[in-house]
């Protein structure tokens, strides 16, 4: 079983920077996609970005393309998602989730077998 585990969410002003941890155990990432969620309040769940940790190619969506940007770390079997010029409507609670899978990575959340239990963004002046 693939566990994950969110971490580095918090309050941070418009225009600032955050950077959110995705750390893995129980199997190594190798072959799979991970993708990063959010959800704001009232708000459905929107894919953001995903990874292909084969080769480390990676996806952005509109909303945050140009200002986040995937990176792993194959000896802490960890993805991040470094979150630049930060704005009020990406406040919400961040999720990372992974399925064994290859080809291009797809933001579709109901792609995705696991899941991380989420950390909280809020983005206010």
């Known amino acids: 079983q693939l566990q994950l585990v969110e971490s580095g969410g918090g309050l941070v002003q418009p225009g600032g920077s955050l950077r959110l941890s995705c750390a893995a155990s129980g199997q190594t990432l190798g072959y799979h996609w991970i993708g990063w969620f959010r959800q704001a309040p009232g708000k459905e769940r929107e894919g953001i970005s995903c990874m292909r940790t084969s080769d480390g190619s990676a996806y952005y969506t509109e909303s945050v393309k140009g200002r986040f940007s995937m990176s792993r770390d194959n000896a802490k079997n960890a993805v991040y998602v470094q979150m630049n010029s930060l704005k009020p409507e990406d406040t919400g609670v961040y999720y990372c989730?992974?399925?064994?899978?290859?080809?291009?990575?797809?933001?579709?959340?109901?792609?995705?077998?696991?899941w991380g239990q989420g950390t909280q963004v809020t983005v206010s002046s």
């Open positions: 989730a992974a399925v064994p899978s290859f080809g291009a990575c797809l933001t579709t959340a109901s792609r995705y077998l696991y």
